[in-house]
């Protein structure tokens, strides 16, 4: 059975809220190179960076190994929150359309 609009944009928006915890961006990993006390030289890493745009600016901040489930987790919740906002764009974008050709009825009567 095929849903009406307001179905599908409820059940966009319960899914919106039964998200908790989402991050944009994406995670990385640095190393460092540094010459060591007998000339060799050290990697040190891997260091991880969240990184992500804000108003048009790059935001990094390190994260601790012992919160990178977490992060990664809530990274995904992220791409899950893009692909339901997408979901509703095209809903309201529908929904307006609609009201578009049912209000071109109305004025050709």
């Known amino acids: 059975m095929a849903k009406t609009l307001a179905e599908r944009k409820a059940a966009a928006l319960e899914q919106l809220m039964a998200i908790d915890g989402a991050r944009r961006g994406q995670l990385s990993q640095q190393y460092y190179t540094r010459k060591g006390a007998d000339g060799q030289t050290v990697r040190q890493g891997p260091y991880y960076v969240w990184q992500r745009y804000v108003k048009g600016k790059k935001c990094s901040v390190r994260v601790s190994a012992d919160q990178i489930e977490r992060v990664e987790a809530e990274l995904e ?3 899950e929150v893009d692909a339901i906002l997408d ?3 095209a809903i309201l ?3 307006a359309v609609e009201q578009d050709q049912h209000g071109k009825k109305k004025s050709r009567q």
Do not use: K, T
């Open 93 to 95: 974008e529908e929904s």
């Open 87 to 89: 979901e509703l764009w």
């Open 77 to 79: 919740h992220g791409h």
